[in-house]
């Protein structure tokens, strides 16, 4: 049984950045598509950022240029550098893996057989 755990989480103010970091058994990146997905207080779950199994990235637009999803240092890890935060990034952060390539949608969730607990992001002002 694959087991995902996300750590790096906490309190920030806006402008500041933060690094995520997931810990997976049993998967390596040739094999599996992992990726990135947070939930805002009230808000359905969306897709923050994936990697493949060939390394090709797919980030949410209000991502684009702040967050850098990639390979940790450490082996079977997966990082989430997240610069220039603002509020609305407040939520609890999601790592999510499969074992084949991501969906052709990158973001959807049924594409994801695992999941880790999420850690929280909380972006003040």
């Known amino acids: 049984q694959v087991q995902l755990v996300e750590s790096g989480g906490g309190s920030v103010q806006a402008g500041g950045s933060l690094r995520l970091s997931c810990a997976a058994s049993e998967l390596t990146y040739s094999r599996d598509c992992m990726g990135w997905f947070r939930q805002a207080p009230g808000k359905e779950r969306e897709g923050v950022a994936v990697?493949?199994?060939?390394?090709?990235?797919t980030y949410a637009d209000s991502m684009k240029g702040r967050f850098t999803i990639s390979k940790g240092n450490a082996k079977n890890t997966l990082d989430l550098q997240m610069n220039s935060l603002k509020r609305e990034a407040t939520a609890m952060y999601y790592c999510?893996?499969?074992?084949?390539?991501?969906?052709?949608?990158?973001?959807?969730?049924?594409?994801?057989?695992?999941w880790g607990q999420g850690t929280q992001v909380t972006v003040s002002s």
């Open positions: 999510a893996a499969d074992r084949s390539w991501c969906p052709a949608i990158k973001f959807d969730e049924k594409g994801y057989d695992y």
């Open positions: 990697i493949d199994r060939d390394g090709s990235t």
